[in-house]
């Protein structure tokens, strides 16, 4: 079983009472509840900035704890807002974890479903980007977001010592040095070992393993329901979500990895999905070869590539599922866009790309490809 929902979701959605359901705008209304979570959250996260990797594993910074109690109180008795949503999302995370991150989407995808004409921040001379723009930040655009690197130092096993996804991509990291005073002093540095790692799930109940998964598997499907309402609603100006959804897919198949032993000691569905993700995925602590696949990568493919059509079929295949995960995102179209220009002749592909004439005909000279007959011969 999941988790129990972590907070009344339904609670923070119902209207507020007064001139609009929304709220008030806290910004212009020097809400104190408002600044109090704000430094609360400036706060914590230079805080986390100060510690070391290893230091950040200890217990829930008080300021997070702040803008736990006091968020809640701002979304159901003065404004609906995606920015107080967003900090309240990244305390979540780090009080709850993967559940709490559940939850925090869920709540995120209710705003926008029932408040999207008048919620805040309203749109300035930046149009809808402003509104979206603290869910944006959690994912992030040009570099991480503000919760990559959180959600992957949420613990994994719930061993004597606990370890997270960032210590689980070490350990691989690990595996994959074949030089043993290097690997050793990687060790010395504090660098955990794969062996270091199994102790700590054999020390985990596989009963936890089972909730962790479907915690995971819930929070990746309320982001892709909150993604589709974004996009539904913002359209091209919604939020980019790959690096939320590239870090909790990577949660969830590290513990169908690490855990596939303990996994099948509950039989069911689990044994099933740990045994997938053993079969796709390399051991990361191979003895030998020196070529350690990353754990977690999937290999989905009912037989090689035969042919180059059947090649531009799959790439037409991944460029569908692009268009039903992420409707917003370039990433169908330039897909289908290669296919396109990939069953051109050079001939085709070049009048195409090279619109001037004259640079076309200097090319064809130049590079001793053959030309295409003028358009009056071509038939065109």
Do not use: C
Request: aromatic share 8%; glycine share 8%; net charge negative.
């Amino acid at each position: 079983m999941p988790t129990p929902q972590i907070f009344d979701i339904e609670e923070l959605l119902q209207p507020i009472e007064g001139d609009t359901e929304s709220g008030i705008d806290l910004r212009e209304n020097a809400s104190a509840d408002y600044y109090t979570v704000k430094d609360a959250r400036s706060a914590a996260r230079a805080a986390e900035r100060s510690m070391d990797v290893e230091d950040d594993a200890g217990g829930l910074l008080p300021e997070w704890r702040t803008i736990l109690e006091v968020s809640p109180r701002i979304l159901r008795t003065q404004a609906k807002d995606l920015e107080v949503t967003a900090w309240f999302i990244e305390a979540l995370l780090r009080a709850e974890g993967y559940a709490g991150l559940r939850d925090g989407f869920a709540l995120a995808r209710g705003l926008v479903e029932r408040f999207w004409d008048n919620l805040y921040p309203a749109p300035d001379e930046d149009g809808i980007a402003t509104r979206v723009g603290p869910l944006t930040g959690l994912n992030g655009e040009s570099a991480d977001g503000t919760l990559i690197q959180p959600v992957r130092k949420v613990p994994l096993t719930m061993g004597d010592i606990p370890y997270s996804l960032w210590q689980y991509e070490q350990a691989i990291e690990l595996a994959k040095i074949t030089d043993e005073a290097r690997r050793q002093a990687r060790i010395d540095n504090g660098a955990v070992t794969w062996d270091q790692f199994e102790q700590s799930v054999r020390e985990t109940p596989a009963s936890e393993f089972k909730t962790l998964l479907e915690d995971i598997q819930g929070a990746i499907d309320e982001f892709e329901a909150l993604g589709k309402v974004l996009y539904d609603k913002a359209g091209y100006d919604a939020p980019p979500a790959g690096n939320i959804r590239n870090v909790l897919t990577a949660a969830l198949d590290a513990v169908n990895y690490a855990a596939r032993d303990r996994l099948a000691t509950l039989g069911g569905d689990e044994t099933a999905a740990a045994e997938t993700a053993a079969a796709s995925t390399a051991d990361p602590v191979a003895a030998g070869g020196g070529a350690v696949a990353a754990a977690g990568a999937k290999v989905q493919a009912s037989g090689a590539v035969a042919t180059r059509e059947e090649a531009f079929k799959v790439l037409l295949q991944v460029a569908d599922f692009f268009r039903k995960t992420e409707p917003h995102s370039p990433i169908s179209y330039t897909l289908e866009e290669v296919v396109r220009r990939g069953r051109m002749s050079l001939q085709e592909l070049l009048m195409e790309l090279i619109t001037d004439e004259e640079t076309r005909r200097q090319f064809f000279i130049a590079s001793g490809a053959k030309a295409p007959p003028p358009a009056e011969q071509s038939g065109y």
